[in-house]
């Protein structure tokens, strides 16, 4: 054992002869090198006496609060010039959103997670990662904090504002809702998928360089889906992020789809969960389903 915990201290893997990285399945009796959180429960009254709980909702509040600063400023930037070759244009706005996020995740991981995202929330939750009410005191924060920095933006420049969409998430012209609503979907379950994969207990103690590596893939995941359907949406896939900028702009074209930015999302954070729950981790192998004496 002394071996094997020197391992999961330094990262390094020890592997069979001919097993591939990364393709080691878990069987029955194998032995882990790693401590798998237990699941959370869904009411911890403690929390809501707790300093820590507050402090990480604060940290929501301000990391959503500067996304949507950044990112509608961005938007509207290129929005704005006649001349799409004069702006940062799609490929700027998508690094923007990427980018906020790697910074943003890696700055406020240690403090709450670093979700900035109530879908994100709301797939963890369903994986038992944290508990309701820490759920939905997240997801409150960042539509506060969504809303604050879009009406900053405005207040910065209210007639471009009004002019330009405020950022606003809308189902583009030649686009049915079934598509923008699918494009959501895959979006944030290809989002979803990559926080439950970089963040994995499993992954972290095993190679010592994954949670100092956790913020680039994630925010590179929000870097290609926006590259991939800023044409159809004006990429959503964070609800608060479509709730906040339509809040503040507050005209009927932000409304009239708005549906679609929290049913995509939480349908495709969903999916996440589930896959990673029952693929990627396995929870039917490790519980008792299958070593009951009724399965044959």
């Known amino acids: 054992m002394e071996g094997r915990e020197e391992d999961v201290r330094v990262g390094a893997n020890r592997y069979a002869e001919g097993q591939a990285i990364g393709t080691s399945a878990p069987t029955f009796g194998e032995e882990k090198d790693y401590q798998e959180p237990p699941p959370a429960q869904l009411f911890e009254a403690a929390e809501l006496s707790s300093w820590s709980f507050f402090r990480a909702g604060i940290a929501e509040f301000v990391a959503t609060f500067l996304f949507l ?11 704005r010039s006649s001349n799409k070759c004069a702006t940062v244009g799609v490929q700027g706005i998508a690094w923007a959103f990427g980018g906020m996020i790697f910074a943003l995740v890696y700055s406020t991981a240690g403090i709450s ?81 990559t926080v439950f994969s970089a963040t994995d207990a499993k992954r972290s103690a095993r190679d010592s360089h994954v949670p100092v590596l956790a913020p680039l893939p994630i925010g590179f995941a929000v870097f290609l889906v926006h590259l991939a359907t800023i044409p159809i949406t004006g990429t959503g896939i964070n609800p608060a992020r479509s709730f906040g900028a339509a809040l503040i702009y507050d005209r009927a074209q932000a409304w009239d789809d708005h549906w679609i930015f929290w049913v995509g999302p939480f349908t495709g954070a969903a999916l996440a969960a589930m896959y990673h729950q029952l693929v990627m981790r396995n929870v039917f192998f490790k519980s008792n389903f299958f070593k009951s004496k009724y399965i044959v």
Do not use: D
């Open 113 to 193: 997670g670093g979700h900035i995202n109530p879908a994100v929330t709301f797939g963890l939750l369903l994986a038992r990662k944290l508990s309701l009410v820490r759920a939905v005191w997240y997801m409150l924060m960042q539509c506060m904090g969504a809303a604050c920095g879009a009406w900053v933006v405005k207040s910065f420049q209210k007639s471009q504002f009004e002019r330009l969409g405020g950022g606003t998430n809308t189902v583009s012209s030649g686009y049915t809702n079934g598509v923008a609503l699918g494009a959501e979907i895959l979006g944030t379950f290809f989002l979803v998928y």
């Open 69 to 79: 600063y950044v990112t509608v400023l961005t938007v509207m930037g290129v929005e």
